[in-house]
């Protein structure tokens, strides 16, 4: 083959290939997650979270965010009941959307006895603790982000009480 032809193919080729690939572009929002968890076990789990303070703590319920719209929760994860640590050797934690796109989060601190001025009078524990968006399935494969927790238990019910602000970055798949 002439040599000219061979250049001019190897250009055409490196050329379509460079216009076909796939640019990642991101997308950032506010996060501003309202919801309420029902705490469905707290027990010992030797296996998963090693002696006594430590007990495994399992919590889901349900909320609202303008990017997710309605979702559930799922936490996960070993606490010390008597520095109110969390978590311990093991977290799995996400929320899961209306069309079952899951977004992996992770968080940890301190839940603190009492509340702050800012609470109302029924708090009787907090925690206020940075989280981070790990990725997730469907829309929010590559997802990033983070923010923090202003989460309380009350005295009026048996549930937890969550509100998370922060940003959320989305991947948004454009072909050239």
Known sequence: MNPLKTCFLITLVT????????ETKTE?????AT???????????????????WVRVINDGNGTDAIL?????HFDFCADMDS??????????????ENNDTLFISSAGRVMGGRMD?????????????????????RYAGA??????DDYNSSLDTNSHHHWVGTIVLAAEKKN
Request: hydrophobic share 30%; proline share 6%; glycine share 12%.
């Open 69 to 73: 719209g309605k979702f559930t929760h």
């Open 144 to 149: 990033s982000g983070s923010g923090m927790t």
């Open 15 to 22: 050329f379509s290939l460079v216009m076909c690939k796939t």
């Open 35 to 53: 919801f309420t968890g029902v705490y469905t076990s707290v027990d010992q789990d030797v296996s998963a979270c090693g002696e006594y303070p």
């Open 84 to 97: 109110g640590f969390y978590p311990g050797k093991q977290m799995a934690a996400y929320l899961i959307d």
């Open 28 to 32: 950032k929002h506010p996060f501003d």
């Open 118 to 138: 800012d609470h109302p009078e029924h708090v009787i524990s907090f925690w206020r603790d940075p989280f981070k968006i790990m990725g997730g399935t469907g």
